[in-house]
């Protein structure tokens, strides 16, 4: 089928994922083709303490609609063992995600039928519509929700608990009405505002089988309640639904009014971002308590430590967000615990987790930045921020210098040892039961490069002693060259053996060239990492997370558990990753403006095509190892979206070339000087 002037293919989209999120950890999200393949699908997903306490509360829909050429459904469900019904639909003519998912259905009496889905920003609301744009004479909609009222990582289950009953708060006729939902005890309520009548008919629809967590190995068969019957006259305008769980003030009027108030507010904050990519940025950016964090990625992930302070350098700097960095960063600033920050933000009981020794690192590069973007565009910093902020980076120094969890600490060689047996603590950090796939005990190869960045910038913005800049760069070149191969071993001092070596050609080595504010490998040494990455580790989505032909590489991420953690970082191709590949590449090549727009063509503009595929208008978490690169895992992963923003509103923008000119020779300044730049 060709693209119609209604957006784009939706043959070729059918089983493309879409997302609206509300800014607190909720979202709506599902399939272009309308089945659900996920247990995270759904029309109402809240947070009860953003971003996380999720809970789906309306899990889809089944709507038909019927004119004078008979009843025809607009919607599919999938049923276990695989049986979809029904199978004879009106046919899908045409999708488009902007300003948000709106689907064109064609009726074989040739009535052409409109719907579309968008969520509120800052309100756990999702508003649905229904037009007929083509056609004449009577046609009615029936729209049957279906609920649950279960944390969102959990399947729901035919039981006698479920109250189906709802009470109807204002109207219910024609002119529509309002009514709420209240199926458990310490589940969130459910309101719905509606345009047409209400019918309670309540049921059970079971056995719905969500075919993405089959292939994952995991259960995958639901069962859902079907409390009543939406019913709808086309021919005498627009039906209309709105969902929403508690935290919306809803403004005066019907439900026409509230979704014509909803419509004017989401069109004018959408229309305010400059791009797709500004757009998906602000879906990771959230509430938490009265600051903000980001969200990993959607639909399962919360926030986590490591992939907040990477993806925060293009969600938030790049795009000129300072407040919302600077939130973020004070935020975390007192969860220092020896030397370390947790990798996950612990939630109201849980106790923080700390595996991660790149984690900590991360934040200082973050607050690096942010005080670099801060002075560049003549925003001052309130000096107790400063303050709080240098505090932060001067403790997390600290206690890697003198040793803290897991093994981590500074070896006699000013190099930063770390690991212990059973423990993950790189961003490689898959593990199944008791098993690390990668463990990486010793001197991993990108923790050294920022360590070593990590010591200069405690030096210009902490206060602390000039570190040793030289001799830790000779230090790190002497230990991680290889020279036979061109190219840096992985692990040096592997499991803490003095000499031994992991010569694995992983993209880890990139950080030594590119991604942070201080190379560590200039001139041929650099030239030549780079184009080994180049080609055995580039991919048009992304950096492959270990090369063809090394011992345990894997070529798809697919299967069970075990299969898919197994494949996860031996070969699976990572996009975040091409963000500091390509600012390496411009580097060894000096930074020049035609080198700037020639990685522009031939690195962004493909990895930019990806917002069109998996998760619309969003960049992938992974993807396989070998052609065609299917992408995998989570459809909308922040730091995806956040390196692909930093190379094109940074590292690949117009001018971009003049401003490294100037970054070369700050990077000569004394670390006294660069201090002194920083200062209010």
Known sequence: MPTTDQGQDPDRLHDAEWIETDGLGGFASGTVGGVRSRRYHA????????????????????????????????????????????????????????????????????????????????????????????????????VRPFLSGRDYHALHHENPAFRFDASIEAGNGAGGGRLVWR???????????????????????????????????????????????????????????????????????????AIRSLRAAERRRRSSFASRLHRAADDYIVRRGTGSTIVAGYPWFTDWGRDTFIALRGLALATGRLDAARDILLEWAGAVSDGMLPNRFPDQGDEPEFNAVDASLWYVIAVHDYLRGCAARGSKVPRAERARLAAAVGAILDGYTRGTRYGIRMDSDGLLAAGVEGVQLTWMDAKVGDWVVTPRIGKPVEVQALWINALRIGAEIAGRQAARWDDLVAAFRRRFWNEPGGFLHDVVDVHHVPGTIDPAFRPNQIFAVGGLPYPLLEGDPGRRVVDAVEARLWTPLGLRSLAPGEPGFTPRYEGGIQERDGAYHQGTVWPWLLGPFVEAWVRVRGGTSGAVREARERFLTPLLAHLDEAGLGHISEIADAEPPHLPRGCPFQAWSVGEALRLSEEVLAPGAAGRRSAGRRRKVESPARARASLRP
């Open 183 to 257: 199926p458990y005890d310490g589940v969130p309520p459910v309101t719905a505002w509606f345009s047409g009548d209400y019918r309670a008919s309540a049921d059970w629809y079971r056995n719905f089988l969500y075919e993405e967590e089959r292939a994952r190995g995991l259960d995958c068969v639901e069962d859902l309640a079907a409390p009543g019957l939406f019913r709808f006259d086309l021919d005498r305008g627009e039906a209309v639904l709105i969902l929403a769980a508690p935290g919306w003030d809803p403004p005066a009027g019907d439900a026409f009014a």
């Open 43 to 142: 029309l109402l997903l809240a947070a009860t303490r953003p971003p996380a306490g999720r809970f789906v509360l309306v899990n889809g829909m089944h709507a038909v609609v019927t004119t004078t050429g008979g009843t025809t459904p607009l919607s599919s469900q999938r049923y276990h063992p695989g049986v979809t019904h029904p199978g004879r639909t009106a046919r899908l003519a045409g999708f488009r995600d902007d300003p948000w998912p709106t689907w064109t259905y064609r009726l074989a009496d040739g009535a052409v039928i409109e719907q579309e889905i968008f969520v509120r920003r800052g309100a756990p609301v999702v508003a649905l519509s229904w037009r007929r744009v083509a056609g004449k004479g009577p046609a009615t909609l029936e």
